[in-house]
T-cell receptor
Framework: AQSVTQLGSHVSVSEGALVLLRCNYS??????LFWYVQYPNQGLQLLLKYTSAATLVKGINGFEAEFKKSETSFHLTKPSAHMSDAAEYFC?????????????FGKGTLLTVNP | GAGVSQSPSNKVTEKGKDVELRCDPI?????LYWYRQSLGQGLEFLIY????????KSGLPSDRFSAERTGGSVSTLTIQRTQQEDSAVYLCASSLGRGSNEQYFGPGTRLTVT
């Protein structure tokens, strides 16, 4: 079974500051890892994914994440926050093998960006 | 191209009534997933379709929940005898399937049971 822990249900940063959203995972087999963003009253949009090709993954809107197996972490970062980054962010894991890639999500982190 | 669409966007129903939620996946996507998003439980997997068959129904919370997919395309999630705890946003996602792990989500259906 897999699980995801997102540390901090709410993170607040100033515009232009570093964004760091934390995600730790547990998986008995090599995982696929994802970050999704959800804007109010909308579905989930994929920001980036890790599928073993590279440990540092770059995504949309200037976000990136680094897979660290030794720390079982996949933290999301962005060097400079923008007001439009305010949203809820979800880390998710799925496992390799077969054709079923159902996602197990963390509880989410609400990002607030202050002017 | 068109993304995943879901209907209705909002549904208010009385306790005990049956509801049907619809998902139209991206054309050509063979895999389809249903998830539920609620305040108490967060985002939870419900069911996975590959084509018209559902090899993984492990997330359906009770036998009041069922889903089908026809023509390898549209899927319907049915909740019978709705309860207040069924109130949630129901999200559908599709992917190319067979080796593709990237899921594209619809906007969801917000279900409120009164």
């Amino acid at each position: 079974a897999q699980s995801v822990t997102q540390l901090g249900s709410h993170v607040s940063v100033s515009e232009g500051a570093l964004v760091l959203l934390r995600c730790n995972y547990s998986s008995s087999v090599p995982p696929y890892l994802f970050w999704y963003v959800q804007y109010p009253n909308q579905g989930l949009q994929l920001l980036l994914k890790y599928t073993s090709a590279a440990t540092l993954v770059k995504g949309i809107n200037g976000f990136e994440a680094e897979f660290k197996k030794s720390e079982t972490s996949f933290h999301l970062t962005k060097p400079s926050a923008h007001m439009s980054d305010a949203a809820e962010y979800f880390c998710a894991v799925s496992v390799r093998g077969g054709s079923n890639y159902k996602l197990t999500f963390g509880k989410g982190t609400l990002l607030t960006v202050n002017p | 191209g068109a993304g995943v669409s879901q209907s209705p966007s909002n549904k208010v129903t009385e306790k005990g009534k049956d509801v049907e939620l619809r998902c139209d996946p991206i054309s050509g996507h063979t895999a389809l997933y249903w998830y539920r998003q609620s305040l108490g439980q967060g985002l939870e997997f419900l069911i996975y379709f590959q084509g018209n068959s559902a090899p993984d129904k492990s997330g359906l919370p009770s036998d009041r929940f069922s889903a089908e997919r026809t023509g390898g395309s549209v899927s319907t999630l049915t909740i019978q005898r709705t309860q207040q705890e069924d109130s949630a946003v129901y999200l559908c996602a599709s992917s190319l399937g067979r080796g593709s792990n990237e899921q594209y989500f619809g906007p969801g259906t917000r279900l409120t049971v009164t």
